[in-house]
Structure formats: structure tokens, C-alpha cells
């Protein structure tokens, strides 16, 4: 049986083990999945010896995206612009191959279980963290009218969007209304909302939050307020693993029924 982890510290409350099985059951995989606790001395080593003990794919989960990336021998073209991976695999000599899937499985759950399209629309992405380092680039490629980052510290807004060809904009300077404003600041979990102004939203624009909660998050309650449509992050979780699971297995897994499920099971 083919084996697979999700490493992290902590790692405990991880909910990948639960969605990698259920791919492995819905596409006839026969594999097993399980949390490898990484250890901030040793995480290089720990990556090394799974693979040297037979496994055949690694998740990578905070605090180590960043190390993951850098002990990878070949990087996706995703990968190389975010800077970070969440998913490695071995290749056929023994390299470690390393990608993220984090953005596609944005896009996937906005355009595929959520009918949403970024094509032509104007785009706004708050936040310049990982996170939005991690989504731009599959932003970018559905060929929106206009990307605009907006951050606090407006210098880091001004690298991304220099690293991107998208835009920057303080909170202040932002005109006009958006089609699709998606949040990846950690407003959601801080408990408290950036100064977002009334002109930028209203009931036909279509809200993201890459956070979930069992609980309505700040941003999409905003949202709400403004009389806009909006979704959190619980799809992302399971989109940006189905695309980890279909690099290992080469199939891809149907989503939407777990997203279902899942949301049932943290709201009973």
C-alpha cells in the first residue's frame, strides 16, 4: 500500500488525513494517509527518511513551506513564483519534486463549485502575505480585468504586484467597485476587519474568504452587510488536496459531495 503524510507542527487537528481518504475510497486508491508531527530541528531529515522508508508523497503544512521549497531538487512554475510548497513527491531518480497547490484550489472551488468566473472581472485580493503570494499566479492566469492587492503596509502590496504585473493600493486609494474581492489577510482569525470602504462593494460583487470557521467569518458577515453573495475557505481546503492527490495518483477526485459533507459535520 502506497503511503502519504501531511507534515506540520502542530499537526494534530490536521483534517488531511480524513480528505485523502475519502479520495482514496471515492477513486479506488488503495493507500493510507497519515500526520508526521515535523520537528523544527530535524524537519530536512524527517522529509528524507519518509522517503527513504517507502513513501511516495509529502503535504507540508506551517510552519515549513518555506524549508520545504528549499530542499526541493525541481520546483513547479508555481512553486518557483510563491516561493513556498505544500506538496512533494519523488521523482523516478530520487529527486524531490516540490509544488503548491493552494491557488488552483482557489480557482477550482470559485470557478468550478461555485460558478463563479474571474475572466474580465476586476479583482480585488486584500492581504500580501503567503497566502496571496501562493493564489496570484492561478488568479492571474483566468484572465481578470484587473488584479489589485491592497495590504496595510502598502510596500509589501507594491513587491507582490511588481513581482506579478497586478496592482497595489493602500486602503485609502481604492476607487471604485470590484466583481470579486477575496480575502487572505488573517483579519478572519484576528478578529478584526481591515478598513475596508462602502464604495468598493455591493450586491453584485461576489466575496472569497480564504479562512473557514464553523461560525460566519468578519469578512463574509461585511459581505452580508453590503447585500453580497459570499463563500469561506472550506473548499480550498479540500480543492488545493485534491489537486495534491491528483499529482501522486494521476486522478482526480470529485469535491463538492466532501465540501458538503464536511460543512455538515461542522455545523452539527
Known sequence: MDSYAVVGNPIAHSKSPSIHTYFAQQTQQNLSYSTLLGDEERFEEQVKEFFQNGGKGLNV?????GRAYDMCDVLSKRAKQAGAVNTLMLG??????????DGVGMVNDITKNHGQSLQGKRVLIIGAGGA???????????????VTVVNRT??????????????????????????????????????????LKDSIIDADTWCYDMAYSKEQTLFLNWAEQH????????????????ESFYLWRQVRPETRSLVAKMRQEMEA
Open 61 to 65: 503544512t506551517m510552519p515549513f513551506k
Open 92 to 101: 523516478r531518480n530520487g529527486d524531490i519534486f516540490g509544488d503548491t497547490t
Open 132 to 146: 496571496v503570494r501562493g493564489v496570484l499566479e492561478p488568479v492571474l492566469a483566468e484572465q481578470p480585468a484587473s
Open 154 to 195: 502598502v510596500s509589501k502590496a507594491e513587491a507582490l504586484a511588481e513581482q506579478y504585473a497586478c496592482l497595489a493600493s493602500s486602503f485609502d486609494d481604492l476607487e471604485g467597485r470590484f466583481d470579486i474581492i477575496i480575502n487572505g489577510s488573517a483579519s478572519s482569525i484576528s478578529g478584526s476587519l481591515p478598513p
Open 227 to 242: 447585500g453580497a453573495q459570499g463563500v469561506d475557505g472550506l473548499g480550498m481546503l479540500v480543492c488545493q488536496a485534491a
